[in-house]
């Protein structure tokens, strides 16, 4: 049975959440605004993702101003928030979006924009512009699971939850608030119908709850079990010259953290380096010193990371290979990723 799209849209009105992104009742969100917490909010919790939010609208307070924006900048305003390919197709959507003139407004132009996959365009749609397709995110997932006591494991359920999902807002007053009725859903995956210890007895949903019914909700969604994640080693190094200036590099266009600022270093691999094998690839030669191993869980692996520290007098006469000096005032508007701040703090550094 569909639970009713008015119950949960009577919760939404008295306990919707207050969200930087979040337009008062009865306003409606801009699309850049919701595009950039969405893109914000992947894989990154509602309290990290608010400070971010308001500083990169204060700093491109428009998508043109954004398109406009070299990459670095860009980068360097998302680091910290990880997953630096969103900031990459960000940066390459705000252009796309700037040469047509105005933001898409149905699912298939937003899906033929960089970055933007089917649940970022239903949630786009729905919420800027009020097209009534329901955004299909984790908590949606969940909430539907439980709705229709479905147990088949994720991911092989993905399918059949975004079906059962889209029937959620048949009722014409789901249709006709398609904004509100996507928001309302995230609230209530947020907020009570969470991943443990759901608050059914607050539910507007419960009584259509199957797996409320069966005393299974939280034993909902069933997932896999996943495969460990392989555990990479690697070096970097931390040379100042005797101003204090810090020696960095670019890494590569492609791969893991494209495009962003780095320590030199070793590459990353599965066998452990011992000191001699690293410091063969040190930017310098230099009474380098171990100051410790900085670990860090990216989604596909766990790096550690041992960083060594050294001083020279001048980087101009050491022949240091590609890099570029940077002082240790200007290191915080560089696009350095949260593992190589680690690095940086481990030697003592901002
Ligand atoms: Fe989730 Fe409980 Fe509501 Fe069912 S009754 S939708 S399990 S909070």
């Given amino acids: 049975m569909i639970p009713s799209a008015s119950a949960l849209l009577d919760w939404y009105e008295r306990h919707r959440r207050d969200l930087p992104w979040r337009a008062p009742p009865g306003g409606r969100t801009p699309p850049y605004h919701v595009w950039l917490s969405e893109i914000m909010l992947q894989q990154t919790t509602v309290v990290t993702v608010k400070p971010y939010y308001s500083r990169f609208l204060s700093r491109y307070p428009t998508i043109e101003?954004?398109?406009k924006a070299p990459q670095e900048d860009v980068l360097a305003a998302w680091a910290g928030l990880g997953y630096y390919t969103r900031a990459r197709n960000l940066h390459a959507c705000a252009q796309q979006i700037a040469a047509l003139?105005?933001?898409p407004s149905t699912v298939p132009a937003l899906r033929a924009l960089p970055g933007i996959g089917d649940y970022t365009a239903r949630a786009i749609a729905a919420i800027a512009f009020g097209v009534p397709v329901v955004p299909v995110d984790g908590n949606v997932e969940r909430v539907t699971s439980r709705l229709f006591a479905i147990d088949t494991p994720l991911p092989a359920a993905r399918r059949l939850l975004a079906q059962q999902a889209a029937i959620l807002n048949t009722e014409p007053a789901a249709q006709a608030n398609a904004s509100d009725f996507a928001q309302a859903l995230f609230d209530l995956g947020a907020t009570i119908c969470t991943p443990r210890a759901p608050t059914c007895i607050l539910c507007p949903w419960q009584p259509h709850c199957s797996a409320y019914a069966q005393g299974i909700a939280e034993k909902l969604p069933v997932k896999a079990?996943?495969?460990a994640k392989p555990q990479k080693y690697g070096a970097c190094f931390v040379l100042r010259d005797r101003h204090g200036a810090v020696w960095l590099r670019r890494r590569p266009e492609k791969g893991l953290l494209a495009?962003?600022?780095?320590?030199?270093?070793t590459n990353w691999r599965l066998e452990a380096w011992s000191e001699q094998e690293?410091?063969?690839h040190a930017p310098a030669q230099a009474e380098w010193?171990?100051?410790g191993f900085v670990t860090h869980v990216f989604t596909h692996l766990t790096l550690q990371l041992t960083v060594y520290d050294a001083q020279i007098s001048e980087f101009r006469?050491?022949?240091l290979g590609e890099g570029f000096s940077c002082s240790v005032q200007a290191l915080e508007a560089q696009a350095l990723p949260s593992v190589m701040r680690k690095c940086l703090a481990l030697a003592g550094l901002p």
């Fill in 65 to 67: 101003a954004l398109a």
């Fill in 101 to 103: 003139g105005a933001f």
């Fill in 225 to 227: 079990p996943r495969g």
């Fill in 259 to 265: 495009g962003m600022t780095e320590l030199p270093g």
């Fill in 278 to 280: 690293a410091l063969s």
């Fill in 289 to 291: 010193r171990e100051v």
């Fill in 317 to 319: 006469s050491h022949p």
